[in-house]
């Protein structure tokens, strides 16, 4: 449940964000927002379900990871001081989980139940 609200929360800010950002940068904000909303609809989805694809998660962290690179950017180009490097953080933090993700697949795949 904890994991979901994460998702729930990341798709909730990208959604405010790319809807402040459509009138300085169209096209990123836009892809911000659409990020935000297809995360958000994955957190209803998993809500909705028991049991979700493991691909579908590994997809929602892939757009979470980029979308975190695209913020960064757009407070890189607004000259903030430090948000450019907490999303440059969060992005880090969401490549970390992917890999972790293929790593566990590994070791379930060579050690099967």
Request: hydrophobic share 55%.
């Amino acid at each position: 449940m904890l994991h979901s609200i994460h998702h729930f929360i990341t798709g909730a800010v990208l959604i405010v964000k790319g809807i402040d950002k459509i009138p300085h940068h169209l096209f990123i904000g836009s892809l911000i927002l659409l990020f935000g909303v297809m995360i958000l609809a994955f957190f209803i989805y998993s809500i909705s379900r028991k049991q979700h694809s493991q691909r579908l998660e590994l997809m929602v962290l892939w757009l979470e990871a980029f979308v975190a690179l695209f913020t960064a950017y757009i407070f890189f180009t607004e000259g903030k001081k430090l948000l450019p490097y907490i999303f440059l953080l969060a992005a880090a933090g969401f490549f970390i989980s992917i890999y972790m993700f293929y790593k566990r697949r590994k070791l379930e795949a060579m050690n099967p139940k």
